[in-house]
């Protein structure tokens, strides 16, 4: 049985292994902007609407030159909602609009625009990290759990962060939803490639099904 997780997880990586940061064109890195962009991103998958609407959304966004906490809360709220509908995000854009504006003042209030303060006030403690990122405006725990999927790249402290969704993923394919031994499985791929392939299959049951037709 394991030779043949072994094989299914690594076809899933294999076709589907792209992180959602990677897909909105953040290259992501410990330094202020990428992981306001990611904490943008996240808010906009957090939503009841289509990943690839929201990967639209927050790759508008950063065309429009909202790319950074001071950009974001400078912008007229107007401005901010047509940003969202040119990235089709139409269904939430005037409450994700008000969102993201009074989630970028908070940030600028309260870490100076920089979300490498909030890590600092968490101290290591991953617990922490969750919490502090649910007082932005519009991350619930939703939003929070893709922020640390995404940014345990960079933020070691948090890997591997599996969450709830990324191990439905893992249940659809007839994987473990053990993190340590998916990890195991896995092999030397990141633990974020990981976390993002499963919830791929977690919401997109074609990705399971190719994955599984693959390793067969």
Request: positive net charge.
């Amino acid at each position: 049985m394991t030779g043949r997780q072994q094989r299914v997880v690594r076809e899933l990586l294999n076709a589907h292994g792209r992180t959602y940061a990677e897909e909105a064109g953040i290259r992501l890195r410990d330094t202020p902007q990428p992981l306001y962009r990611l904490q943008v991103l996240s808010l906009l998958l957090s939503a009841r609407i289509r990943a690839s609407l929201a990967v639209a959304a927050a790759r508008a966004l950063h065309e429009a030159g909202l790319r950074d906490a001071r950009r974001m809360a400078g912008a007229d709220w107007q401005d901010r909602v047509d940003a969202l509908g040119r990235g089709g995000y139409r269904r939430y854009d005037e409450r994700t609009a008000t969102q993201l504006g009074d989630g970028a003042q908070l940030l600028i209030d309260r870490w100076g625009g920089d979300l490498r303060r909030l890590r600092e006030e968490a101290g290591g403690d991953v617990d922490a990290l969750r919490r502090l990122l649910q007082e932005i405006p519009g991350v619930g725990p939703t939003g929070a759990d893709i922020f640390l999927r995404e940014a345990q790249r960079v933020w070691p402290e948090a890997a591997p962060y599996l969450d709830a969704k990324a191990l439905s993923g893992a249940e659809r394919l007839g994987l473990p939803k053990d993190p340590d031994r998916l990890v195991e499985l896995a092999g030397d791929a990141e633990p974020t490639v990981l976390a993002a392939a499963l919830v791929r299959a977690a919401l997109d049951k074609e990705v399971a099904k190719d994955s599984l037709r693959r390793a067969a």
